[in-house]
């Protein structure tokens, strides 16, 4: 039954508060947090259309040339993990790994420059999403079974995802166009300016991709709620059936 209650109350709380967050001078935490998802989506992306990546604070150096060795390796890491889960009748495993071959597949006929690019908030919506998602881990995993790390990736997926989708679905003026200095023009002005993208087709994907994100939780969080209310012992939901008619 508390299993339940958390799965009623964890996420949408958690998404609440980092939507106050946003609006006081915490936001420049949530900030922080968003940087390291947001530089770890544009190494990801590369690594994904195979460039190296090396993300770092700020700034993700990659390459401009794909390596077939890249592209090879991460192919063979993903289809080793999917068979590790096979072997261990991991279904799920075996699924995502599935689904990272296909990822892996489509990004490689992706424009690659533009695509890493985007994939910096792109990618901190999509990891800030994933990281919610682990709230839902098997209740045999390390995830579930510590109460720390299960909260904790809560929080900063939160954090993180509500950080840069509201950025995006704000007012243009808000928007970080403009030169990082020391480093290169930002991502908004590098994709308009460099890579051809009009304000409005930059705005429509990005907040197309945070509610694809928001839609795959939903369908996590009422997915959540029914297992867990299907786990609770008979006795209890009779329990509290009598509790309620007193």
Known sequence: ???????????????LVAWLVART???????????VLHESGHAITA??????????????MHGEERSWGIVVGLAAVICFVGFLAWRAERWGWVLAA????????????????????FGGDGGAMV?????????YAPHESKLYKSWGLRWGLLAIGALSFVHV????????????????????????????EMYGWSVIQLVDRY??????????????????LVSAYLAIPRRDLERQSAVAIR
């Open 127 to 135: 990891l800030g999403t994933m990281l919610m998602a682990t709230f």
């Open 98 to 117: 599935g689904a990272a071959l296909l990822v892996q597949v489509v990004f490689l006929t992706l424009p690659a420059e533009a695509a890493i690019v």
């Open 47 to 60: 690594w994904l259309t195979g460039r190296w990546a090396v993300p770092m604070p700020w700034v993700t």
């Open 207 to 224: 907040v197309g991709l945070g509610r694809i994100c928001l839609a795959a939780l939903l369908a996590l969080y009422l997915w959540g």
């Open 1 to 15: 039954m508390r299993e339940f209650k958390y799965r009623i109350f964890a996420v949408p709380v958690a998404l």
């Open 165 to 192: 989708f509201l950025m995006w679905t704000g007012p243009y003026e808000n928007l970080p166009f403009g030169e990082i200095e020391g480093v290169n023009l930002s991502d908004p002005s590098l994709l308009t």
């Open 25 to 35: 001078g915490l936001r420049l935490a949530a900030g922080m947090l968003a940087m």
